[in-house]
């Protein structure tokens, strides 16, 4: 019988400087505290995180609604993430790869993967005492252990890439889980497809967190960068989608000027422009032709931005400048009032005042 084709989804680790650190990879508090144990040597890296989510953190309205009618429940889960380095020599530790998994059951967690995992990241933490074998010797059996039991108990679970470039790729074996709390896939070609890609994205925005420091936009809506299947092997509609999801972005932001988003605006041009170079990093061919990606204009853009923000910023300061004269009036006509009352308390002569009717 042929193993079925695992669904393959790809997409992008946002970072500005087109590599990131997997030394401070877990390091988040969004949206809660992950807890990590990281541990390398010269040649290899061994990692795990697992952090609390809302089932429904994939970004979308109604987000209780919308768990309880997709996956049948609500409440939080746990998501986990077990990952060694690989090399693409002649660069070593260049990919994160392992297995990520979305736990429901609190009880299965708790009381049946929780504790191999402290087993297991004591382990990894023991390998700093040691100095005869290496870390892949130290951890390698250990490592291949717990992913199979973890795979056995989760709700979902799929294989995951991350390379230094950020380009992240999620392969989702179906069928998927056999424990008890595991979703059914729907009989639906349609609705099976929504539900894997949400499943994956909650994966992928999981591990986003864990490498990416949300500056600028609002983690909690953060749907700038998402994950798309790949078909036929195809690496470049996913990218062209992606760097239109950004330019999107800056676009809708420019359209709406406020001085909270000039800034986001050029700070996303910059990740865009960081991700188009990565593009022609990995696909070669498309350095010899253009019309393969979409070119934008940043440097023109964050020129346009940069003149409607003075534009903004000089309106801003006229109103406080009207605004600065019109409360120093007022203060003064209360000043002159109140030392004027003061003055004729203080007279021991009667002076007769009668209001003008003009003023009653």
């Given at each position: 019988?042929?193993?079925?084709?695992?669904?393959?989804?790809?997409?992008?680790?946002p970072?500005?400087?087109g590599?990131?650190?997997?030394?401070?990879?877990?390091h988040?508090?969004?949206?809660?505290?992950?807890?990590?144990?990281?541990?390398?040597?010269?040649?290899h890296?061994?990692?795990?995180?697992?952090?609390?989510?809302?089932?429904?953190?994939?970004?979308?309205?109604?987000?209780?609604?919308?768990?309880?009618?997709?996956?049948g429940?609500r409440?939080?889960?746990t998501?986990?993430?077990?990952?060694?380095?690989?090399?693409?020599?002649?660069h070593?530790?260049?990919?994160?790869?392992?297995l990520?998994?979305?736990?429901?059951?609190?009880?299965?967690?708790?009381?049946?993967?929780?504790?191999?995992?402290?087993?297991?990241?004591?382990?990894?933490s023991?390998?700093?005492?040691?100095?005869?074998?290496?870390?892949?010797?130290h951890?390698?059996?250990?490592?291949e252990?717990?992913?199979?039991?973890c795979?056995?108990?989760?709700?979902?679970?799929?294989?995951?890439?991350i390379?230094?470039?950020?380009?992240?790729?999620?392969?989702?074996?179906?069928?998927?889980?056999?424990?008890?709390?595991?979703p059914?896939?729907?009989?639906?070609?349609?609705?099976?497809?929504?539900?894997?890609?949400?499943l994956a994205?909650?994966?992928?925005?999981?591990?986003?967190?864990l490498?990416?420091?949300?500056?600028?936009?609002?983690?909690?809506?953060?749907?700038i960068v998402?994950?798309?299947?790949?078909?036929?092997?195809?690496?470049?509609?996913?990218?062209?989608?992606?760097?239109?999801?950004?330019?999107?972005?800056?676009i809708?932001?420019?359209?709406?000027?406020?001085?909270?988003?000039?800034?986001?605006?050029?700070?996303?041009?910059?990740?865009?422009?960081?991700?188009f170079?990565l593009?022609?990093?990995?696909?070669p061919?498309?350095?010899?032709?253009?019309?393969?990606?979409?070119?934008?204009?940043?440097?023109?853009?964050?020129?346009?931005?940069?003149?409607?923000?003075?534009?903004?910023?000089?309106?801003?300061?006229?109103?406080?400048?009207?605004?600065?004269?019109?409360?120093?009036?007022?203060?003064?006509?209360i000043?002159?009032?109140?030392?004027?009352a003061g003055?004729?308390?203080?007279?021991?002569?009667?002076?007769?005042?009668?209001?003008?009717?003009?003023?009653?």
């Amino acid at each position: 019988m042929e193993t079925p084709t695992p669904i393959h989804f790809r997409g992008w680790i946002p970072t500005v400087s087109g590599r990131l650190s997997f030394s401070v990879f877990g390091h988040t508090l969004f949206p809660s505290r992950a807890t990590c144990e990281n541990v390398a040597d010269p040649y290899h890296r061994y990692f795990t995180a697992y952090q609390q989510h809302d089932l429904s953190d994939v970004i979308l309205p109604f987000k209780q609604t919308f768990s309880r009618f997709l996956l049948g429940r609500r409440g939080n889960c746990t998501l986990l993430v077990i990952a060694r380095t690989e090399d693409e020599l002649p660069h070593t530790q260049f990919y994160f790869s392992g297995l990520a998994f979305i736990f429901f059951d609190s009880n299965t967690w708790a009381n049946r993967i929780l504790p191999l995992l402290q087993e297991y990241n004591r382990h990894l933490s023991m390998f700093y005492s040691l100095t005869r074998a290496t870390l892949h010797q130290h951890a390698n059996s250990e490592f291949e252990k717990i992913i199979d039991i973890c795979a056995s108990h989760s709700s979902f679970f799929a294989e995951i890439k991350i390379s230094r470039r950020g380009t992240t790729d999620i392969w989702v074996p179906v069928p998927n889980a056999t424990a008890p709390d595991a979703p059914s896939l729907p009989t639906n070609e349609v609705r099976r497809a929504t539900l894997l890609h949400g499943l994956a994205a909650q994966l992928f925005f999981f591990l986003k967190n864990l490498g990416h420091h949300h500056q600028h936009h609002d983690g909690a809506t953060d749907t700038i960068v998402d994950i798309h299947e790949i078909n036929n092997d195809d690496d470049l509609t996913w990218r062209r989608n992606t760097l239109y999801s950004m330019y999107r972005t800056v676009i809708e932001y420019k359209r709406n000027p406020h001085s909270a988003t000039f800034n986001n605006c050029i700070g996303i041009i910059a990740y865009a422009e960081t991700f188009f170079q990565l593009c022609l990093e990995e696909i070669p061919l498309a350095e010899g032709n253009p019309d393969l990606l979409p070119i934008y204009y940043g440097d023109n853009t964050t020129n346009s931005i940069r003149s409607t923000q003075a534009g903004v910023e000089r309106q801003r300061s006229e109103r406080s400048r009207r605004l600065d004269i019109v409360r120093t009036t007022l203060l003064t006509i209360i000043a002159i009032s109140i030392s004027f009352a003061g003055l004729v308390r203080l007279s021991p002569e009667d002076f007769h005042i009668t209001p003008d009717p003009w003023l009653i």
